[in-house]
């Protein structure tokens, strides 16, 4: 079975470029989830997807950050434009109806973002 | 809310010995807890989780952790570590019995087993 498919997984850019991050979920994961890494930080949860309806992006800064997930499978995280603060991993993951409640949460390899 | 602590960042070790990852929580409500692992080049993977039961639990590679509720901790422990075993290892909480599939992840912990 495929796992998450992230990409790209490196990008580097200059401040005030827009950038993009694309998902593509285990089979069947109705959630999905994209987190922000920060070096010598845990994740912390941006958006949560639930098909296509996103139930949780209290954490996503709206000025700059925007997400979808047309058709309730792949997604897309845009930022524009980037900042220097925004160098981090962006972790993309899965889990199953149900999976989700009991922390069971399937993650890409990230996308490692360096703005300069 | 809920906030863990992983009181160490780095922690080196020699092959075969024993190990133990800490971890504390913070929370005011009941909890699930989990360790997940991150080997290198690698994405997160869910190494063990306390949901219920028996508070000690076990993963199929020899680690095992402890819910303790009144010290609010969830340690990880292995007696003999190998040189796979090097990796970051993250402890996060979520509301137990909660529908907003939020996971609260500590910052790490680097584990290397040296030779």
């Known amino acids: 079975e495929a796992g998450v498919v992230q990409s790209p997984r490196y990008k580097i850019i200059e401040k005030k470029q827009p950038v993009a991050f694309w998902c593509n979920p285990i089979?069947?994961?109705?959630?999905l989830y994209w987190y922000l890494q920060n070096l010598g930080q845990g994740p912390e949860l941006l958006i949560r997807y639930e098909n296509e309806e996103a139930v949780d992006d209290s954490q996503l800064p709206k000025d700059r950050f925007s997400a979808e997930r047309l058709k309730g499978v792949d997604s897309t995280l845009k930022i524009q434009p980037a900042e220097l603060g925004d160098s981090a991993v962006y972790l993309c993951?899965?889990?199953?109806?149900?999976?989700?409640?009991?922390?069971?949460?399937?993650f890409g390899e990230g996308s490692r973002l360096t703005v300069l | 809310a809920q906030s863990v602590t992983q009181l160490d960042s780095q922690v080196p070790v020699f092959e075969e010995a024993p190990v133990e990852l800490r971890c504390n929580y913070s929370s005011s409500v009941s909890v699930y807890l989990f360790w997940y692992v991150q080997y290198p080049n690698q994405g997160l993977q869910l190494l063990l989780k306390?949901?219920?039961?028996?508070?000690l639990v076990e993963s199929i590679n020899g680690f095992e952790a402890e819910f303790n509720k009144s010290q609010t901790s969830f340690h990880l422990r292995k007696p003999s570590v190998h040189i796979s075993d090097t990796a970051e290892y993250f402890c996060a909480v979520s509301v137990a019995g909660g529908s907003n599939y939020k996971l609260t992840f500590g910052k790490g912990t680097l584990l290397t087993v040296n030779p």
């Open positions: 306390y949901l219920s039961g028996s508070t």
């Open positions: 089979s069947g994961h109705n959630t």
């Open positions: 993951a899965s889990s199953s109806p149900g999976g989700g409640n009991t922390g069971e949460l399937f």
